[in-house]
């Protein structure tokens, strides 16, 4: 069984930076591929960004230059960080996992998601 939690979310400044943690449990010794989605109230939820097994990272268009996703592989986390926040950046970010090998950008491609955590940018 994996679990995923998520931490590091909360209010911020416009232009101001988080940075979100995903820490997993379960098998350890086994790797994922690991991303990030958000969901904005009243919208569906989008991609964010990938990493895969390898180190291999994609990410959304309207993320790219500002977001970096990392991992930690002896700790089974990956990290968020999120540069030059926006209004729009606003929703609660949730983490997932998968086992493939690649990065996937569709949320039907994870198997195990963490519960979210909300982040807030104001104007």
């Known amino acids: 069984q994996v679990q995923l939690a998520e931490s590091g979310g909360g209010l911020v400044q416009a232009g101001g930076s988080l940075r979100l943690s995903c820490a997993r449990s379960?098998?350890?010794?086994?790797?994922?591929?690991r991303g990030w989605f958000r969901q904005a109230p009243g919208k569906e939820r989008e991609f964010v960004a990938a990493?895969?097994?390898?180190?291999?990272?994609v990410y959304a268009d309207s993320v790219k230059g500002r977001f970096t996703i990392s991992r930690e592989n002896a700790k089974s986390t990956v990290y968020l960080q999120m540069n030059s926040l926006k209004p729009e950046d606003t929703g609660v970010y949730y983490c997932?996992?998968?086992?493939?090998?690649?990065?996937?950008?569709?949320?039907?491609?994870?198997?195990?998601w963490g519960q979210g955590t909300q982040v807030t940018v104001s104007s």
């Open positions: 997932a996992a998968r086992s493939g090998g690649a990065s996937a950008t569709r949320s039907y491609q994870y198997d195990y």
């Open positions: 379960g098998i350890i010794f086994r790797l994922y591929d």
């Open positions: 990493i895969s097994t390898g180190g291999s990272t």
